[in-house]
Nanobody, 121 residues
């Protein structure tokens, strides 16, 4: 059974940092792109960051220079380091995996349960 389990969410003041982690299990994800979506209340879900099996990264414009995605293929983990957080970063963050064989996230095959990130002003 495939599982993506997120951790590291919480409440932080604007300007602060959080690190989200995702542990994937149930299969080998070395050929998968991994990434993070988020959904804020009343807004559509958006892809925040992704990383291909080869290490190519993608960031939505609003987080460039503040967020960094990384992965450890041997441990089947992916992390999102979030710095200089803003109130508009408040959302539920979801870890995803997409079997793209080298490409970036297109249509995730697997989703985690989500972790809440709240940034106070």
């Amino acid at each position: 059974q495939v599982q993506l389990v997120e951790s590291g969410g919480g409440l932080v003041q604007a300007g602060g940092s959080l690190r989200l982690s995702c542990a994937a299990s149930g299969r080998t994800f070395s050929s998968y792109a991994m990434g993070w979506y988020r959904q804020a209340p009343g807004k559509e879900r958006e892809l925040v960051a992704g990383i291909s099996s080869g290490g190519t990264t993608y960031y939505v414009e609003s987080v460039k220079g503040r967020f960094t995605i990384s992965r450890d293929k041997a441990k089947n983990t992916v992390a999102l380091q979030m710095n200089s957080l803003k109130p508009e970063d408040t959302a539920v963050y979801y870890c995803v995996a997409d079997q793209t064989y080298g490409g970036l996230i297109r249509r995730p095959d697997y989703w985690g349960q989500g972790t809440q990130v709240t940034v106070s002003s």
